[in-house]
């Protein structure tokens, strides 16, 4: 699968810059001033035990970090990760300003595509949406998509049983609590041939948020640890709202972000150097004063992924989602617009794809739409290739005065170079009409059904995916007592 990279070589290449390296530099003085000067509250002792022994400034659970110890964290942590299948091919490079796409976690709510209605998420729409997301070509990493309401307890643990299960490319997934954390590693581990194998060609990645960018809650800091011990990729992503947790002006809400998310980065690289962490630097969330709602489709969330390349550090962040309640033209162009400007902005992990209502509705039928957006971004992206085979002069020479160039085995084998579409209609109206005169909405539905009517592909043998089960079983069993 080819990944898209703007193009920071040459000038005819695409690339977009929202700050520069002066600006980084600014930004980067002030978070460290942050965590020097004011510093944050840490609820995991152990962690607060490891940072006092680095030499960070420590009173009770308020801990202040020296700049020299942070800038050893960013030297320290590594700048590309690779992330494979679970068959153990290179599928995913994180870092530099290459693009890679995925779902998100957790919507309670679908809206669902046989009905068209907004309902309550279940399992089966969880098993439903791993299968779709894997038959999409554009989808380079899942996410467990819908949060099941018929799953009291573990929730979590069978999310990830049925990714591994239902899809072999690679996984990002959230825990609730610590309580299953080892468990649904230790089930990755297993589909992989164990930890070591895990460890060496990483298929999953741990997502983490913590409470505030000022306040690292326990389940947390002990997932990070836990993860760093094992070089598990992780992303860690403590949140600021502005005009709530953070100032409102965007620099100084920033500034705070990015001191947060240095917290884990230092915390991981104290417990294991090299520990592979993904951040989104410098990204605070923009807090509607009108609506009181947290808008996922704010076009600022690329914008700030400069930090990330001024730490070249692999980068986390939001495209492909969309405030709307309806699949109708706002759903596009937010769906459209974040993935556009995610990429040109070089994102990294580009994640919540067919997000919607503010991340509390999934939608099956909107992602099958992104895949095509994303399908023909990447075709956006591509530099123009000027060689003696493209140029074609002798060919010029021949044809041109005949005005003919359609019998030649030159365009016969440039005739499918452009973008070709999978859901955009080109016919004529008559054709369009001939066809069944349907909406790309209709079409996505109908590819939707396509997919579920085969039958589901299970990726682990047979051993492997009644071990992972076991696990499961486990894992919710003691959960529920």
Known sequence: MKHPQTNVITYAGTYHRSMSDDECHILHCASLDILERTGVLLYYQPAIDLLKKAGCVVDGNHVRFPPHLVEWALRTAPSRIMIYDRFGNPVMPLGDRISTYGTGSDCPNILDHRTGERRKAVLQDVIDGIRVADALPHVDFIMSMFLPSDVPVGADVRQMEVMLTYSAKPICFVTYEWEGTPEVIEMAEVAVGGADSLRATPTAILYLNPTTAFRHNEEALRKLMYAAQKHLPTVYLPDVQRGLTCPITFAGAMACANAGQ?????????????????????????????????????????????????????????????????????????????????????????????????????????????????????????????????????????????????????????????????????????????????????????????????EPRHVLPPDVEKRIKAIADRAVAAQAK
């Not at 700030?304 to 405030?323: I, K, R, S, V």
């Not at 990429?343 to 095509?372: A, K, P």
């Not at 066809?435 to 109908?446: F, I, K, L, V």
């Open 262 to 454: 240095l917290v884990g980065l230092l915390i991981a690289q104290l417990v294991s150097e090299g520990t592979p962490i993904i951040l989104n630097a410098a990204v605070p969330t923009s807090f509607d004063m009108k609506t009181m709602t947290l808008p996922y489709a704010g076009l600022h969330k690329a914008y700030f992924l400069e930090m990330n390349h001024y730490y070249n550090l692999p980068a986390f962040n939001t495209g492909g989602a969309t405030d709307s309640k309806l699949l109708d033209e706002q759903a596009i162009l937010e769906a459209s617009l974040t993935l556009y400007i995610a990429t040109l902005s070089g994102g990294n992990m580009i994640h919540d794809m067919g997000y919607m209502e503010s991340g509390l509705m999934g939608s099956l039928e909107l992602l099958v739409i992104e895949d095509e957006i994303v399908s023909c971004i990447k075709a956006s992206m591509t530099g123009l290739e000027i060689n003696e085979e493209t140029l074609a002069l002798d060919l010029i020479h021949e044809h041109a005065l005949k005005g003919n160039f359609l019998e030649t085995e030159h365009t016969l084998r440039h005739v499918r170079d452009d973008w070709q579409p999978r859901l955009v209609d080109r016919h004529n109206y008559e054709q369009w009409m001939e066809r069944g005169g349907t909406s790309m909405r209709e079409r996505a539905r109908a590819k939707i059904e396509e997919i579920l009517a085969e």
